[in-house]
């Protein structure tokens, strides 16, 4: 089964995440720029394939259900297995 999307709504719970990738602001974190630049290289990618895309800051008291997964996960890694 094969199916297209057209258009993605990316909602992330760090804003100054999503400023970064909108433009607004420069990622200046030696550590977080090679993170950043593979950020933007596959939003290009979506856009190189006819998917536009928005990117939605969601205060995290508006997104309990993400971060509660986000902390389980977080909560159940294993540095061992990676």
Avoid: I, K
């Avoid at 297209?4 to 990316?10: A, D, I, R």
């Avoid at 909602?11 to 433009?23: C, F, H, K, P, Y």
């Avoid at 990618?45 to 998917?51: D, F, H, I, M, W």
Wanted: charged share 15%; aromatic share 12%.
């Amino acid at each position: 089964m094969r199916f297209s999307l057209n258009f993605v709504v990316f909602r992330v719970d760090s804003m100054l995440l999503a400023m970064q990738v909108t433009g607004c602001w420069a990622c200046r974190s030696f550590n977080l720029v090679p993170a950043y630049n593979q950020c933007l290289a596959a939003l290009r990618a979506l856009s190189a394939r006819g998917v536009e895309y928005h990117v939605e800051h969601v205060y995290r008291e508006y997104n309990s259900d993400a971060d509660g997964v986000a902390n389980e996960v977080l909560n159940s890694y294993d540095a061992m297995l990676h």
